[in-house]
T-cell receptor
Framework: SQQGEEDPQALSIQEGENATMNCSYK?????LQWYRQNSGRGLVHLIL?????REKHSGRLRVTLDTSKKSSSLLITASRAADTASYFCATDLIQGAQKLVFGQGTRLTINP | DAGVIQSPRHEVTEMGQEVTLRCKPISGHDYLFWYRQTMMRGLELLIYFNNNVPIDDSGMPEDRFSAKMPNASFSTLKIQPSEPRDSAVYFC????????????FGPGTRLTVL
């Protein structure tokens, strides 16, 4: 069963705008990760946020985590055409188990 | 570092045939994962290994699927016999122990069963 669910399923914006994607999950977690997948490629790790963290930044990426609501958001600022991809959140269920459960993903399209 | 290597990149076969997918993890990574991705079901974990030992195979769909890791640098996922519903992209990923779970994915094998 899917642990994480992304929202929206698809998002289309103009280059330069900010893109926000959300992820909800069902059970307690230790960490939450975001991955990007370009068409026809494997997933690439973007950022990890621990359950005791509320916000994390990496370049143009900003991730928030609200454990009380069991939700996370990924914000991409000043989007570029190269950001066009699918974005997945992934959660671990058991500390140290290394096993991740991925959501269905958000398909992001950046229009030039 | 060459990253995770998978072969073949594309495989087209007929129903009933045996299919073998191969993976070489990143050197030094202790964990290896096999995933299947379809439009309908998304990304599903099939099985994962730690130090060449299968830890969790609860995601393997049925007995037609089997996976092995004979050594730290090689793993196979075998489907015998293959069926059209096995058509999907199969990913291999690896992860080092002591990390917080970041996984490194290979480029995937696109399998089409006719």
């Amino acid at each position: 069963s899917q642990q994480g669910e992304e929202d929206p399923q698809a998002l289309s914006i103009q280059e330069g705008e900010n893109a926000t994607m959300n992820c909800s999950y069902k059970t307690s977690i230790n960490n939450l990760q975001w991955y990007r997948q370009n068409s026809g490629r494997g997933l690439v790790h973007l950022i990890l946020i621990r359950s005791n963290e509320r916000e994390k930044h990496s370049g143009r990426l900003r991730v928030t985590l609200d454990t009380s609501k069991k939700s996370s958001s990924l914000l991409i600022t000043a989007s570029r055409a190269a950001d066009t991809a699918s974005y997945f959140c992934a959660t671990d269920l058991i500390q140290g188990a290394q096993k991740l459960v991925f959501g269905q993903g958000t398909r992001l399209t950046i229009n030039p | 570092d060459a990253g995770v290597i998978q072969s073949p990149r594309h495989e087209v076969t007929e129903m009933g045939q045996e299919v073998t997918l191969r993976c070489k993890p990143i050197s030094g990574h202790d964990y290896l994962f096999w995933y299947r991705q379809t439009m309908m079901r998304g990304l599903e974990l099939l099985i994962y290994f730690n130090n060449n030992v299968p830890i969790d195979d609860s995601g393997m769909p049925e007995d037609r699927f089997s996976a092995k890791m004979p050594n730290a640098s090689f793993s196979t996922l075998k489907i015998q016999p293959s069926e059209p519903r096995d058509s999907a992209v199969y990913f291999c990923a690896s992860s080092p122990s002591g990390s917080r779970g970041e996984q490194f994915f290979g480029p995937g094998t696109r399998l089409t069963v006719l």
